[in-house]
Structures are given as structure tokens and as C-alpha cells.
């Protein structure tokens, strides 16, 4: 029997203003985007439970940063920057990626990257298609378990669609 593989995709936390940043990359998260997502990923952590292997993020700082939050509070021993995971990021290209994974034996995974990516993505992978009903908001989770044969795409199961509101409740 395969192992069962959840994935989950977190949006970055809330960053700075991009009129005050020529490029949109170097965009930092403000100290209350930091702040909230300790928060997050300490619940994550002391009453979720998870532990992820490892970290995918995004090349942005915003997420880079996210994604730092996230291992300091114990998560995820590693992080890998992943550039599918920037705006417009691959989703078939990923599927290679994750496929290889899975073959490692990885069971928890965590993708760090933008909206609207990772809705769409959570679309593709739940029903086939993107179809603009899933919003990850700014430090807010989606929680996907994966088919444990086949493709994942239309196939997995929604198990969290988590606002950080609900996180840091």
C-alpha cells in the first residue's frame, strides 16, 4: 500500500506595500505579517501536529520569509526555493517534482507561495480545473490529501481551507 500524502498550501504572510518596492519580489513581510504568522505556525505546530518535509517555497522574499517563520517554529527541517511556486508558476512541472518525492518516501509537505497560484492550484488538484472558488488568504492554509495511486489532478480531498482568522482564534 503507498503512502497517504497531505500537502499543504500556505499563502505568505502580509506584506509591504508594493508602491513602496520597485520590484515585487523584494517585497519583506511588515512586522505585523511576522507577528501573525508565528501565531499561525505555532497552532500549526502545537495543535495541528504537522511536521513538514519539506518546505517548497517561493523565491519571493515575502515567502521566503514566510516559509523561515514556519521552520523556526519547529515545522520543517528544511526549505527548498522552489521558482514554480513564484507568480505563474507551473503546476505540471511540480507534479514532476512531486512525483519524484513521493518516491523518497515524503509524506507531509508544505507549499509556500501566492494567490492566485495556490487556489488554483488546490482547484486543479480537487476538481480538475481552476474555477476562482478557492482564495488562500495572507498567511491562511489549504489542506490537501492526495490519491495514494495515480495522478492527484481532480482526485485529491479538501480536508482544511483555513483563513488565518480561524488560525489565530
Same mark, same amino acid.
Given at each position: 500500500m503507498a503512502n497517504t500524502?497531505?500537502?499543504?498550501?500556505?499563502r505568505h504572510g502580509i506584506?509591504?506595500?508594493?508602491?513602496?518596492?520597485?520590484?515585487?519580489?523584494?517585497?519583506?513581510?511588515t512586522n505585523e505579517g511576522k507577528q501573525k504568522t508565528q501565531k499561525i505556525a505555532k497552532r500549526l505546530k502545537e495543535d495541528f501536529k504537522l511536521h513538514f518535509?519539506?518546505?517548497?517555497?517561493?523565491?519571493?522574499?515575502?515567502?521566503?520569509?514566510? =516559509? +523561515? /517563520?514556519l521552520q523556526k517554529a519547529g515545522l520543517a527541517t528544511q526549505i527548498e526555493e522552489y521558482h514554480h511556486l513564484a507568480p505563474a508558476g507551473d503546476i505540471k512541472t511540480w507534479l514532476d517534482w512531486?512525483?519524484?518525492?513521493?518516491?523518497?518516501?515524503?509524506?507531509t509537505l508544505a507549499l509556500?507561495?501566492?494567490?492566485?497560484?495556490l487556489g488554483n492550484? =488546490? +482547484? /486543479?488538484?480537487?476538481?480538475?480545473?481552476?474555477?476562482?472558488?478557492?482564495?488562500?488568504k495572507?498567511?491562511?492554509?489549504?489542506?490537501?490529501?492526495?490519491?495514494?495511486?495515480?495522478?492527484?489532478?481532480?482526485?485529491?480531498?479538501?480536508f482544511l481551507l483555513a483563513p488565518p482568522k480561524f488560525l489565530l482564534s
Open positions: 500524502t497531505d500537502i499543504y498550501l500556505i506584506a509591504a506595500d508594493r508602491a513602496e518596492y520597485d520590484f515585487d519580489e523584494d517585497r519583506p513581510l518535509d519539506p518546505i517548497l517555497t517561493s523565491p519571493l522574499l515575502r515567502a521566503q520569509q514566510t =516559509a +523561515e /517563520i512531486l512525483d519524484k518525492w513521493q518516491q523518497t518516501g515524503g509524506t509556500v507561495g501566492h494567490e492566485p497560484n492550484w =488546490a +482547484e /486543479i488538484l480537487v476538481w480538475g480545473e481552476p474555477r476562482g472558488a478557492l482564495v488562500v495572507k498567511a491562511g492554509v489549504i489542506g490537501l490529501s492526495l490519491p495514494e495511486t495515480g495522478s492527484p489532478l481532480g482526485r485529491c480531498s479538501l
